[in-house]
């Protein structure tokens, strides 16, 4: 394979690629509409934000983007691969080979060592053909951490080495997509920093993101921020890169 590029080559399927997406919770009057048709095209590379008040849908757009939901209406392809609606065990799938998550309360287990928590997405990887798949040495040294850390259990280390051991483990599948819901969220300046620092370098070395961030501080990393107001895309800004660089050509 080779190494992802900056400048999209027009054959390639977008990363993702959501069409009319509408989501609506509950019946009747209890009817919510969390999404109202949405359209959205994430190339390969490409690193977006995704802003918006509280309850505008931020999340359940997220959550659709990594194969955890369903939309009620409208289509969604992950790798130009069309997202089934009714099969739980082919979205889970599709989900395990090509999607890495990263939640705002880390959610690694408690029971295992940073490595075993590390390892456990491949254990589910059915499908491995063709994919080079990171050690947890590689993986813990991708996120600036000691392998030391790799025999502890997640109670034994800080919040901010959670998140980058949790950025660790959404890597160990090699995704296509990487999606982070706050995952700032939850950590001081200095822990928001060296994160997003992790974020950006594997933004350099290709990867596609999409953050959900009430941060301004956190979307000046992305080269797009989707705005989103009650379950539609806003609108869509481009924002000066802080590092300086060069956004495309
Ligand atoms: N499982 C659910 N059942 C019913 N309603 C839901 C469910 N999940 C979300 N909603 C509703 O859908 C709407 C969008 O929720 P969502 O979690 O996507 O918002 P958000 O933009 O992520 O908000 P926040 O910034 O607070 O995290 C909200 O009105 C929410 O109450
Ligand atoms: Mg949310």
Redesign the pocket.
């Known amino acids: 394979m080779s190494a992802p590029s900056a400048t999209t080559t027009t054959r390639e399927a977008p990363v993702a690629f959501l069409r009319g997406v509408a989501k609506t919770?509950?019946e009747g009057a209890s009817e919510?509409h969390?999404l109202r048709g949405v359209d959205l095209t994430v190339r390969s590379g490409e690193f977006v934000a995704i802003m918006?008040p509280?309850?505008?849908?931020?999340?359940?757009?997220l959550h659709i983007l990594g194969c955890m939901d369903v939309p009620t209406e409208g289509e969604v392809e992950i790798d130009g691969v069309p997202v089934p609606r009714q099969s739980d065990s082919e979205r889970t799938r599709l989900r395990s080979e090509r999607i890495g998550f990263v939640f705002q309360q880390f959610h690694l287990l408690r029971d295992l060592t940073v490595r075993e928590n590390l390892e456990l997405p491949q254990v589910y990887l059915r499908r491995r053909e063709g994919k080079h798949l990171p050690t947890p040495e590689q993986l813990i040294r991708r996120v600036r951490l000691p392998a030391a850390l790799l025999d502890r259990h997640p109670t034994q280390i800080s919040g901010g080495e959670a998140q980058r051991v949790a950025i660790a483990r959404a890597l160990a599948n090699a995704p296509s997509l990487l999606l982070g819901d706050e995952p700032t969220g939850n950590l001081d300046t200095v822990n928001s920093s060296a994160v997003m620092r992790i974020f950006d370098q594997l933004s350099r070395e290709g990867a596609t993101i999409v953050l959900?961030t009430?941060n301004p501080e956190v979307a000046e990393h992305a080269q797009r921020v989707v705005r989103?107001g009650d379950g539609r895309i806003v609108r869509e800004e481009r924002p000066p890169h802080p590092s300086g660089q060069e956004g495309s050509g």
């Open positions: 919770y509950g919510v969390a918006g509280s309850g505008s849908g931020k999340s359940t757009l959900v009430h989103v």
